[in-house]
């Protein structure tokens, strides 16, 4: 039962990866940063190698027009996805939670088998998330950590409980004083939104409040 209850929170926190692209660039005041969070930067190239390694996997792909043609916004959606793991890690470091190795390959184990093997889950998340076979453990860690942040604050697989997990990130955003790239656009720390980018899990959240962004540009 809580199993199901934290993967059902992962798999809505999953959608925080799909974000718009604007080119890479440095700006002057963090010169070859596409952005900086909690005094860390996230690195032009960074970034470029976590697009290029998607990139390569779809172009093996059978689907491969198909993904490539859907992912015209690769590189943003990257970047949000690198912001977000920052938030993820301090919120839930803020809560006194944290993922183990086991914790992660326990969820490898799982997410695999629900998928139908190894090969059957690199394909999922590749064409559902733009995740690389190699970036997979990294998206899985996010979602163990987002899992356990639900779980110890009480928050259930309700608009509520989802309500309260997003105050917890919108918190983490705030002190971890995000900066990004003007090319890429700005940060929201109270939408979770870069540029005119919101989450649709955050819209979900927030849909009764006001309209949803489009996740165009």
């Known amino acids: 039962m809580h199993r199901r209850r934290r993967t059902a929170l992962s798999l809505s926190t999953a959608l925080l990866i799909a974000a718009p692209l604007l080119a890479a660039c440095g700006n ?3 010169p070859g940063a596409a952005a900086v969070v909690g005094g860390g ?4 190239a960074a970034l470029q190698t976590q697009v290029k390694d998607v990139r390569q996997a779809q172009e093996t792909s059978p689907q491969a027009a198909q993904l490539i043609g859907s992912t015209g916004q690769l590189g943003r959606a990257k970047l949000y996805d ?3 793991d920052r938030i993820v890690e301090r919120a839930a470091d803020d809560a006194g939670v944290s993922a183990s190795r086991k914790d992660v390959q326990r969820a490898r184990a799982d997410a695999a088998e629900q998928a139908g093997g190894e090969e059957q889950l690199a394909a999922m998340y590749l ?6 076979p190699d970036q997979i453990e990294d998206a899985l860690r996010r979602d163990v950590l ?10 259930t697989n309700t608009p509520e409980g989802q309500q309260k997990v997003n105050a917890a990130f919108v ?6 004083d995000i900066d990004v790239n003007p090319r890429y656009g700005t940060w929201n720390d109270e939408k979770m939104q870069l540029g005119d980018y919101r989450t649709p899990w955050i819209t979900q959240v927030t ?5 949803p962004a489009e996740a165009g540009a």
């Open 28 to 30: 002057e005041a963090h």
């Open 41 to 44: 930067r996230i690195e032009v």
């Open 82 to 84: 690198m912001i977000v």
């Open 127 to 132: 064409q559902q998330r733009g995740v690389a």
């Open 146 to 155: 987002v899992g356990k942040l639900a779980e110890k604050i009480g928050a």
């Open 171 to 176: 918190e983490a955003s705030k002190a971890l």
């Open 207 to 211: 849909k009764e409040e006001e309209a």
